[in-house]
């Protein structure tokens, strides 16, 4: 009935999205802590303290880590040797 009443008096109102990188996120391919640990052969233990450290940068969803690839390549840059 709201939503009536708003379009008569020509008050629609856009709503932001509620998840505004969800777009940007879809183009994107993300690791798992536990996946690049064993593409990477370490333990899952010092993927997590790369993250608890600042090293290697993630995104929690719920309880999991999730990690860009652009992000998997510029810590593969900053620790490679000369």
């Not at 709503?15 to 690791?31: G, H």
């Not at 995104?59 to 040797?81: D, P, V, Y």
Request: hydrophobic share 40%; net charge positive; no cysteine.
């Amino acid at each position: 009935m709201f939503r009536q009443f708003q379009s008569r008096l020509g008050m629609k109102k856009r709503v932001a999205s509620p998840f505004p990188l969800m777009n940007q996120a879809k183009d994107k391919e993300f690791y798992r802590a536990e996946d690049l640990a064993k593409k990477l052969d370490v333990n899952i233990m010092t993927i997590y303290r790369y993250i608890k450290s600042g090293k290697l940068k993630a995104h929690k969803l719920g309880k999991e880590f999730r990690i860009e690839s652009a992000e998997l390549e510029r810590f593969l840059k900053m620790t490679s040797t000369k």
